[in-house]
T-cell receptor
Framework: AQSVSQHNHHVILSEAASLELGCNYS??????LFWYVQYPGQHLQLLLK??????LVKGIKGFEAEFIKSKFSFNLRKPSVQWSDTAEYFC????????????FGRGTSLIVHP | DARVTQTPRHKVTEMGQEVTMRCQPI?????VFWYRQTMMQGLELLAY????????DSGMPKDRFSAEMPDATLATLKIQPSEPRDSAVYFC?????????????FGPGTRLTVL
């Protein structure tokens, strides 16, 4: 079974700082990869996803993520964060051809100070 | 703008009472998931339905939890009897479950407090 590791549990940044959140997974086959965001008091929403093709994926609100197959990683990046990016970020992995049950990481809490 | 809806949004109950949470998936979606989110455990998968059939409920305490899909527009999660440790936010999510359209769409959640 696949597993997902998000190394940063809590990240605190100032506005305009650059962001990179780590996500590593363990599964040797083809995967679909997702980043979800959960703003305070709200539900999870899809930020971006990788299915196939260009390993550099651009999502909403200026976020992007790069799939590096050799490193089993799908790190999330944003060049300049805003206070409104304060949220919990979840990485998820779905093994292609499997049960269609994604595996979520524990989440990374991001606090952006104005 | 199609959305997953959940009711109730908040529920406060006493230990031992039955709790029923409802979810209306997005029309046309054939996969439904129930998750529980707590500070300690994060996001836990409780149950998974595909075409209304329960395919995985290994994450659910069988003695008190039950999940059903009486029809394609309604999924229910029931706790009987409820316990204080069940206090959490319960999310329902639905999806198409095929090809590149396999992301999940989450509902607003039911915040359950068991006293």
């Amino acid at each position: 079974a696949q597993s997902v590791s998000q190394h940063n549990h809590h990240v605190i940044l100032s506005e305009a700082a650059s962001l990179e959140l780590g996500c590593n997974y363990s599964y040797g086959g083809t995967v679909n990869l997702f980043w979800y965001v959960q703003y305070p008091g709200q539900h999870l929403q899809l930020l971006l996803k990788y299915f196939s093709g260009d390993p550099l994926v651009k999502g909403i609100k200026g976020f992007e993520a790069e799939f590096i197959k050799s490193k089993f990683s799908f790190n999330l990046r944003k060049p300049s964060v805003q206070w409104s990016d304060t949220a919990e970020y979840f990485c998820a992995v779905l093994a292609s051809g499997g049960s269609y049950i994604p595996t979520f990481g524990r989440g990374t809490s991001l606090i952006v100070h104005p | 703008d199609a959305r997953v809806t959940q009711t109730p949004r908040h529920k406060v109950t006493e230990m031992g009472q039955e709790v029923t949470m409802r979810c209306q998936p997005i029309l046309g979606h054939n996969t439904v998931f129930w998750y529980r989110q707590t500070m300690m455990q994060g996001l836990e998968l409780l149950a998974y339905f595909r075409n209304r059939a329960p395919l995985d409920d290994s994450g659910m305490p069988k003695d008190r939890f039950s999940a059903e899909m009486p029809d394609a527009t309604l999924a229910t999660l029931k706790i009987q009897p409820s316990e204080p440790r069940d206090s959490a936010v319960y999310f329902c999510a639905s999806g198409l479950g095929i090809g590149s359209y396999n992301e999940q769409f989450f509902g607003p959640g039911t915040r359950l407090t068991v006293l």
